[in-house]
């Protein structure tokens, strides 16, 4: 069910993120709003450090990327700060390949177990290996529909109607 999850997220999401290759930056709205090079380096990161921080209590391997893309942080329109969008899209499908293949080699107990480094107040939301992949088919979910304005901001038509 997690794997499914997962998967559906990840095959609703990606398409948007590479049909935005010839404008990551674009604003999505007049007052702003998280542009397609923030969102899949967030998401990429976002994975990371779900996964390995939170869930296994290891460093995130898109550390290097706290400050551009990690929670709290903010898109913003200097290009020249980012990687090139060909490597945040590369890392992000890296990144959720490697979810999935731990996904897929724990059993159905070893998803109950205590995640290791839960933030202080989430253990209802990160608690378990378990509720870290849900939320990460959450976290997709819920950025992809970001995508989705920025693609209608450049008056593309849905790839999902």
Known sequence: LLSGAINT?????FPLFEDLKDAPLATP???GGNHAMWLAGHLAHGTGFLL??????ESNPL??????F????????????????QTVLS????????ALALLDSLSEEQLDQPSRNPPAGFDGVFGTYRQ???????????????AAVC??????KPILA
Not at 91 to 98: G, V
């Open 132 to 146: 870290c992949f849900l939320a990460l088919a959450l976290h997709l979910s819920n950025h992809r529909g970001q």
């Open 70 to 85: 990690g929670g709290g942080t903010e898109p913003h329109s200097n290009a020249d700060a980012y990687p090139s969008y």
């Open 52 to 57: 390995w921080d939170v869930m296994r209590g």
């Open 29 to 31: 709205t007049k007052n």
């Open 91 to 98: 890392r992000f499908r890296s990144i959720h390949e490697q």
């Open 63 to 68: 550390a290097e990327w706290d400050d551009l």
């Open 9 to 13: 997220s990840l095959s609703i999401t």
């Open 151 to 156: 693609r209608k901001a450049l008056g593309r």
